[in-house]
Structures are given as structure tokens and as C-alpha cells.
Antibody, heavy 119, light 109 residues
Framework: QVQLVQSGAEVKKPGASVKVSCKVSGYTLTELSMHWVRQAPGKGLEWMGGFDPEDGETIYAQKFQGRVTMTEDTSTDTAYMELSSLRSEDTAVYYC????????????WGQGTLVTVSS | EIVLTQSPATLSLSPGERATLSCRASQSVSSYLAWYQQKPGQAPRLLIYDASNRATGIPARFSGSGSGTDFTLTISSLEPEDFAVYYCQQRSNWPRMYTFGQGTKLEIK
């Protein structure tokens, strides 16, 4: 059973960066492909990007390319998502999610991290 | 880019009734479509994958059908805990990306 535990809520000013972590247990990070999905207040789910094991590289949604970086620390089984040049529209709950036992779908999710961007 | 359109936006039903939710893709996704349930303040939960397979622990009252561009999530007899927002999701191979529908809110009538 996979467990994903994310870091706590963040408040950032416009123009700043935020780095959210996602700690894996039950599996090792090398066994998983970690993705990030966000949800603005009262809105739907938006895929940001994730690791594609078929190509062996991290893929990003076009909307976030150049502003988002997803990394992994396999020594601590922790995944990170860093979003830069924050604006108010980036206020959202950010989830890590993984297709651990299936393909192409997210069967395990973190609890979410609220990032608030406000001056 | 494949766009998923869900309908209706809101569905008002009573416990015990049958719910039918729709998801339409802008081009064929074969059977590679999933459904999720999300309750307020919680992460989404996978219900159905590959259009018709229930995820582990999902009650039999939830079923999925469809292929190509038209998909349906059916809840045969609504329980009080089923009132939530439901999202469909697909993964495309070119470009490689994941897409969610905009969601259907299932509310108590």
C-alpha cells in the first residue's frame, strides 16, 4: 500500500517560488512515477506534469513549462514540485499522485498542500 | 489535445435513485478512461479505470461503460455518501499528457 504525505500549507508573495514535497512510504520512489495535479478554489483538477517511465523523462503540461520543475530525492523517497514566478491564479491545492498499481490513472494521492499567493 | 466534456454540470437526485453521468472526449481515447470521486476537503479517489473496471474496494453499485468518445458512470442506487463531485480522466500518447473533465457535482435533491 502506497502512502503519500505532503508538506504543509504555504503563503507566498507574487513573483516568489514555492517548493512542495511528497514523501513516499510503502514503496520506494524508484518504483513509482510521481505526478502533480492542482485544484484552484472551487475549480476542477488540472494535471501539471510527472515522470513518464516509457520515455524515462519528466513531462510537463504546456501551460506550466518553464515555470515548474519536478525533482526526486531517491535517498529519502521524496518527490518535489517547485513552481516559480507565482501569481494569484496559482493559489490552489497541489496534490502529488501516482499510478502505482495501474497504468495511466492515479490510484494513490497525497493529502494536498494549499499554496496561497497573496501580496 | 484531447478535451473531456462532462455532463450535466450538476445532477440533483435523491438517495436510492439511479445516477447517470456522462463524459465525452473530443477524439477517441479507446477504453483508456477513468472516473474519480472527490468529496469536500479530500483528495480524489479512483473509482473506475479502463472505462469499466472498478478500482480496489469500490462498491458494485458503481459501474462504468463506453469506448471511443462516449463514456458513462452509473451509480445504481445512491447512498448518502455518494453525493460528491465526479471527474473523468484520460491519458493521451501524443502528446503524452493527462486530461481531466471539468467535473459533475452530484447533489442531494
Amino acid at each position: 500500500q502506497v502512502q503519500l504525505v505532503q508538506s504543509g500549507a504555504e503563503v507566498k508573495k507574487p513573483g516568489a517560488s514555492v517548493k512542495v514535497s511528497c514523501k513516499v512510504s510503502g514503496y520506494t520512489l524508484t518504483e513509482l512515477s510521481m505526478h502533480w495535479v492542482r485544484q484552484a478554489p472551487g475549480k476542477g483538477l488540472e494535471w501539471m506534469g510527472g515522470f513518464d517511465p516509457e520515455d524515462g523523462e519528466t513531462i510537463y503540461a504546456q501551460k506550466f513549462q518553464g515555470r515548474v520543475t519536478m525533482t526526486e530525492d531517491t535517498s529519502t523517497d521524496t518527490a518535489y514540485m517547485e513552481l516559480s514566478s507565482l501569481r494569484s491564479e496559482d493559489t490552489a491545492v497541489y496534490y502529488c499522485a501516482t499510478p502505482a498499481e495501474l497504468v495511466g490513472v492515479f490510484d494513490y494521492w497525497g493529502q494536498g498542500t494549499l499554496v496561497t499567493v497573496s501580496s | 489535445e484531447i478535451v473531456l466534456t462532462q455532463s450535466p454540470a450538476t445532477l440533483s437526485l435523491s438517495p436510492g435513485e439511479r445516477a447517470t453521468l456522462s463524459c465525452r472526449a473530443s477524439q477517441s481515447v479507446s477504453s483508456y478512461l477513468a472516473w474519480y470521486q472527490q468529496k469536500p476537503g479530500q483528495a480524489p479517489r479512483l473509482l473506475i479505470y479502463d472505462a469499466s473496471n472498478r478500482a480496489t474496494g469500490i462498491p458494485a453499485r458503481f459501474s462504468g461503460s463506453g469506448s471511443g468518445t462516449d463514456f458513462t458512470l452509473t451509480i445504481s442506487s445512491l447512498e448518502p455518501e455518494d453525493f460528491a463531485v465526479y471527474y473523468c480522466q484520460q491519458r493521451s500518447n501524443w502528446p503524452r499528457m493527462y486530461t481531466f473533465g471539468q467535473g459533475t457535482k452530484l447533489e442531494i435533491k
